[in-house]
């Protein structure tokens, strides 16, 4: 049995866009494929990617049903806030935060075929050297982007998660090795850097846990969290880790067990930040418990 496609003037001509190209991609299938799964010819799926015909509801759904989403993954109504809505691509949005749409800046990594955005702060950090460039920018939806130069530079791209500060050098160490490659770092705890990358949602992911027995807690962690998944661990770099006190150190703090004074106040790192996880283990080891250390709760969410 065929279905029908309804014959209509050029999509860019109505308020329908279509990403069917780039959802097909991303599934790994052929138009041929597509085609045979939805039970219409190669031809109809061709004229759909090219804006020459708009297809009817039953064929919508079919092509949803068969590529695993929603019909609105696959066509969407223009945004008229911009001149042509067909320079827009669907984007995986990865943040904790509150996104300010439209037009928020973001990073883009390309992996495996899938574009993944992390918006960027547009305020001046003094400790991570002022504002970044954007890769592109977020269209009123939230699921697409606009890039703002061409594609093909994304395969240069690696996305780094992770929070070791000297992910900065080696950004630049790549750059000056080869000027059309690009390291982008993006912050993340050893935990959730870990989390995206068995998530396929960033090339690499930097982790800095202390080794509590005789085997190596970062390898460990690798191996349990990526599932079996194919992967390669490399030594970048070491740093010290400890108690960071103000100038003088007028509360004369020599380790862990002091922390139980309750003149002395903490801030904390996240639950399975690798420094919760150093820190936690030192007042276990020093049979502190938690509810001793005054701040323990009062929780910061990177280095700075």
Request: aromatic share 6%; charged share 25%; proline share 3%.
């Amino acid at each position: 049995m065929m279905i029908m496609v309804k014959k209509m003037d050029s999509i860019k001509n109505d308020t329908a866009g279509c990403h069917l190209k780039q959802v097909r991609k991303q599934k790994g299938l052929t138009q041929i494929q597509l085609a045979e799964l939805v039970g219409i010819k190669r031809q109809a799926i061709y004229d759909m990617e090219t804006g020459r015909y708009l297809p009817n509801t039953g064929v919508a759904l079919k092509l949803a049903k068969c590529l695993g989403c929603r019909v609105e993954d696959i066509f969407y109504e223009a945004d008229s806030n911009f001149v042509e809505d067909t320079q827009y691509l669907p984007a995986t949005v990865i943040d904790d935060r509150e996104i300010k749409l439209p037009n928020t800046r973001v990073t883009l990594a390309k992996i495996k075929e899938r574009l993944i955005a992390f918006p960027l702060e547009n305020g001046i950090s003094a400790n991570h050297g002022g504002i970044h460039a954007a890769d592109a920018l977020l269209s009123s939806c939230g699921k697409r982007v606009k890039l703002l130069y061409d594609e093909e530079y994304l395969e240069k791209n690696v996305l780094l998660m992770g929070c070791d500060p000297a992910f900065s050098l080696l950004a630049s160490h790549v750059s000056r090795t080869s000027a059309e490659s690009r390291v982008c770092w993006r912050f993340a705890s050893t935990y959730r850097s870990l989390e995206r990358l068995s998530a396929g949602n960033t090339h690499l992911a930097g982790i800095h846990l202390h080794n509590t027995g005789s085997n190596e807690s970062n390898t460990e962690l690798a191996c349990k969290m990526l599932s079996g998944s194919k992967g390669r661990v490399v030594g970048f770099s070491l740093f010290e880790e400890g108690l960071m006190v103000a100038h003088g150190n007028p509360l004369n703090i020599s380790d862990v067990s002091d922390l139980a004074n309750k003149k002395i106040r903490i801030v904390n790192r996240e639950p399975e930040a690798a420094l919760r996880v150093l820190l936690d283990d030192c007042l276990v080891r020093a049979n502190i418990p938690s509810e001793a250390v005054t701040g323990y709760n009062n929780l910061v969410g990177s280095h700075s």
